[in-house]
């Protein structure tokens, strides 16, 4: 199973409580313990998915940018929306889902932008727009239309850091790793009101593989949004 690079230091300090009974001789204690390391391990793997095993993607499809529920869909929640016209889904992250998060769609990333804020539970509405908070901007160009869309990595109560390891200028690949989220978390995706929203509150996606929205094959796509 492979592991994200941020979570080794974790898994190292988890190993330490079962090292230190095995030490004073406690053997069967020690071996209970080593099921520590291994749910924090667990917590950070990092399984391949589709778009890092085959080249081609329909241009069209938005894609889940985290394994995660589907907490809400349609008009965005009081406060959390970027400036303009947009329809948003809400993703949440329990600690048992792989916290590794990926771009729901290819192009040009156009902003990062880091927010502090608070740290309430990322199943409540209210830590949409009060937690603390990484916002990417990407925007492609298919057929000479902008497309562009917002999504957003959003602590919980117990995730305290959002890694984020790409910069405005980057180019991404649909489905391409951008960074995780530690312990429990959100993410938020904000498509234009052209998009196509095909997923429903309740469902699970799987990151970089379930469509979550479809843009249109022909309506003009650069009117909503900021820019």
């Not at 917002?150 to 489905?175: E, K, M, N, S």
Request: hydrophobic share 45%.
């Amino acid at each position: 199973m492979k592991l994200d690079r941020d979570g080794l230091p974790f898994i190292g300090l988890a190993t330490v409580p079962a090292a230190l009974a095995a030490v004073r001789g406690r053997r069967g204690l020690g071996a209970a313990l080593l099921a520590l390391p291994a749910a924090v391990g667990l917590f950070f793997r990092d399984p391949d998915r589709i778009p890092d095993l085959a080249g081609s993607h329909d241009p069209d499809e938005i894609l889940a940018p985290a394994d995660a529920k589907v907490m809400h869909v349609g008009e965005p929640q009081a406060g959390t929306a970027p400036e303009g016209d947009w329809q948003q889904v809400v993703l949440f992250l329990s600690l048992a889902d792989v916290h590794i998060n990926r771009t729901p769609v290819g192009g040009r990333v156009e902003s990062v932008t880091y927010r502090p804020g608070r740290f309430l539970a990322a199943f409540t509405p209210e830590s949409g727009s009060e937690n603390e908070r990484s916002e990417l901007v990407v925007v492609d160009d298919v057929d000479g239309r902008e497309r562009r869309v917002v999504f957003r990595q959003i602590v919980g109560l117990l995730a305290r850091r959002v890694v984020t390891r790409v910069a405005p200028g980057d180019v991404l690949a649909p489905g391409q790793r951008i960074g995780l989220m530690k312990f429990g978390s959100r993410m938020d995706v904000f498509v234009p009101p052209e998009v196509e929203i095909t997923c429903e509150v309740g469902d699970r996606t799987v990151a970089g593989e379930t469509v979550i929205a479809r843009w249109p094959a022909t309506a003009g796509v650069g009117a909503a949004g900021p820019g």
